[in-house]
């Protein structure tokens, strides 16, 4: 697997530090950043420390979920400037956009990722969300992997609740689809506890300390690390359509099915099991009770969890449930370790008005 760097840095002084070293062989950078967000979080005030004094090409003209035509024109651009460094510095829509870019372009430079949020974990995976006329495409390959990411706490430091809660659960979800996935191997087990223990009650707090965003932004890597061995499985599968058509954004999504999914995975039967080893897997559905602290009905527990931190169901939203059922392409959830079809899928999609 691809080598990566990463550095976390407690104060600005460090950030500066690791910064500077990074730039020391760089001439020309392509920066991608978001937009107002790039100055509130402090990152501009930072990182335009190092820019004022290389030539440097700033790329923030596209959307959240990433789209094939603003990839188009990143890639034109690198192609006119040339870049020897790529920074992407935002949440993961911006991750993904700089690794789309460097990929497509084809430009063998280096890619340093900083997160602006702690959730989506994106600076650590070789993939990428591109949507193409609409339509949801994961694109993959191990050179899309950052070979750089600092992680630096005080950027998260000013996101609101409801981001918290969008980007922290979709970092939750990560880690327990990627602890039941029939590819868990036992490291990405090892960074999917951690991350679990970490995310589930501090995502309950209605303020966090400044420790605990520095602990939720360890623990959002670590899911995202897990999920570059497994890849994800159905909540995530089901989620683009609902963000695509409907607006939610990505985490929130993800929240809306998982409380039917995590009944239906803890309370799998060996007859619908796809997995090596069901007895295996029967303690590690027990050992995710734990974690979880889930009674005796997962549903209403893990739904109640959602709402409490805001990502429940909005009856004021247009929803189709017939659009959301049809969008998904069966082929994503091939990683699930109970079968998956049709009927499930509409159940999931139903159990989200309930």
Known sequence: MKHQLIEFCKDKEDFRNVFSSVMKNASRLLLLHGHRSYQSCGAKYLVNEFTDVIETVEFEDFTENPKKEDVDRGVALCGRFKPDMFVAVGGGSVMDMAKLVRYYSSIEAPLLAIPTTAGTGAESTQFAVCYIDGVKHSISAPSM?????????PFTYNNSRYLTSCTGFDALAQAIEAFWNINATAESDEFAVSAIKTIYPLLGKEDLLPEERAMMLAAANEAGKAINITRTTVPHALSYTLT???????????????????????????????GRDFDQYVEKMYMLRQLLNIGTNPFLAMKSYINTIGLGFDDDRDFDDIVVINGINLERAKNSPMVIDMDVITNAVQSIRE
């Open 145 to 153: 992997l950052p070979e750089l990411v600092i992680l630096y706490p």
């Open 244 to 274: 695509s058509k409907y607006g939610y954004p990505h985490g929130h999504a993800v929240a809306l099915t998982f409380p039917f999914f995590l009944k239906y995975y803890l309370e799998g039967s060996i007859e619908l099991f796809r």
